[in-house]
C-alpha cells in the first residue's frame, strides 16, 4: 500500500492516477468511495465541509479493502487517514500484517495556492466557505497525523505539489524509486 496524502487541491487524485498505471495496481480515492457511497446526512455535512466520521470511514474502507484482497495486493490509497485515530487504525492493520505499508506520500503546496487550483476547478462543494472548513479540518486533524508518524518513526516522503503535474510524478517516482 501506498499512502497519499495532503492538504485538498494537491493533487493526491491525479497523482493517485498516474501512479497507479505507473506500478500497475488499483487506486483507492476514499473521497470518490464516500461520494459513491453517501447518505443523505454524510452529503449534508460534506457540502459544508465537514468530514465523515473515523467509524463510517472504517466502514467504508475496510469494505474496499476486502474487495481489493489489500492483505495481499500493492494499491494506492488517497485521502486515508485524515486522523490521528484513523491513522492509529491502519497502522495497526501494517503492524498486524493485515496491510503492507510500502511508503507514505506527502504532498504539500501553500494554501493560497490550493485554493486557487480548488475554485478553479468547479466543483460544488468547491466553495470559499467549505475550502475555508476543509483547511481549517486540515490544521486540526490531518497536521497531527504527521506528526504522529514522525513520533512512530514511520517515514513521510514530502513531495512539492506545486510543480507541473509531469514534474510532481517524477518526484513521486523517485522516491518510490520506480525509475
Known sequence: MILLMGLIGTGKSTQGHI?????????????????????????????????????????IVEEEFKKLGADKNEFILDGFPRTVAQTRWII???????????????????????????????????TETTIAERFKKFDEETVPVLDYLHGEGIKVNEVDATPSVEDIAASIAKVLELD
Do not use: F, H
Open 19 to 59: 501512479l497507479a498505471e505507473r506500478v500497475k495496481c488499483p487506486w483507492i480515492s476514499t473521497g470518490e468511495l464516500l461520494r459513491a457511497n453517501l447518505t443523505p446526512s454524510q452529503r449534508k455535512q460534506i457540502l459544508v465541509g465537514k468530514l465523515v466520521g473515523d467509524e463510517e470511514m472504517y466502514e
Open 92 to 126: 495497526d492493520k501494517v503492524r498486524s500484517g493485515e496491510l503492507q505499508l510500502k511508503a507514505i506520500i506527502y504532498l504539500q503546496a501553500p494554501k493560497e495556492e490550493m485554493k486557487k487550483r480548488l475554485l478553479n476547478r468547479g466543483r460544488a462543494d468547491d
